[in-house]
């Protein structure tokens, strides 16, 4: 009978914490996108929200003439929030009401060039009105094992929330990463062009100079015999 007790109250308890982790990681999300925005051309995008979240977007230009793009946020009744113009990166966070919010980037500046951008999505706040605490109702009789589950939960929270800052950094990092490597290939390529450049200019001026110098010694009169 005692092994029965101990076999129920470890079964609690393993019930007890797959509601918290389900709970604990449902709080948050967030999603990244990288594409290429064609020259003369505008993409947009649509994000479904709930009443009282909270909507931050980062976004980055990686790689195209002069690192820059204009962008706009509009919320579902049509009101331009947020808006900038020739920025290669920016950062914006509104609270949200429910219904589509739109972001769009307009490229249509530029009439050659396109653009490679990346951003990122981060909703918080988006969970179904359920109440974080609910959970506590399961684990009753719980205290018998002297766990402090109250403890566990807030633990599960601090890592959950710090693995989240973790790669939104990484992921930032990672866009950063790609555009300085995209601006360098860039660069390698002018210098290339431009020293090969001035290769060819050189050895045309050279000889150009060596054929001016003989005909400038040049005997030109004429032998007679």
């Known amino acids: 009978m005692w092994l029965s007790d101990e076999v129920m109250r470890g ?31 505008k993409e947009c995008f649509f994000q479904t929200m709930k009443k009282d979240a909270s909507l931050e977007i980062e976004y980055q230009v990686l790689d195209g003439a002069g690192l ?15 808006s900038d113009f020739r920025k290669s990166d920016g950062v914006h966070t509104v609270e949200t009401e429910e219904g589509d919010y739109m972001f769009c980037f307009d490229n249509t500046f530029s009439t050659v060039s396109e653009k490679i951008i990346f951003f990122e999505l981060i909703l918080d706040n988006m969970d179904d009105g359920e109440d974080p605490e609910d959970w506590k109702e399961y684990v009753q009789g719980a205290d018998l094992l002297d766990m402090k589950l109250e403890d566990i939960m807030d633990t599960i929270n601090s890592v959950k929330a710090r693995l989240g800052k973790s790669l939104q950094i990484q992921t930032v990092l990672r866009a950063f990463e790609a555009r300085d490597r995209n601006l360098q290939e860039s660069n390698y390529e002018r210098v290339n062009i431009w020293s090969c450049t001035n290769v060819v200019v050189m050895v045309v001026v050279s000889c150009i100079q060596v054929y001016l110098l003989r005909s400038l010694f040049d005997d030109k009169r004429k032998t007679r015999t």
Not at 16 to 40: E, N, R, V
Not at 69 to 75: K, M
Request: charged share 10%; proline share 4%; hydrophobic share 45%.
């Open 11 to 41: 079964l609690l308890v393993v019930v007890s914490l797959c509601i918290s982790l389900t709970g604990a990681f449902s709080q948050s999300l967030d999603s990244d996108f990288t594409f290429t925005l064609p020259a003369g051309r």
């Open 68 to 82: 820059d793009v204009d962008f706009y946020l509009s919320s579902p009744s049509g009101h331009v929030l947020v």
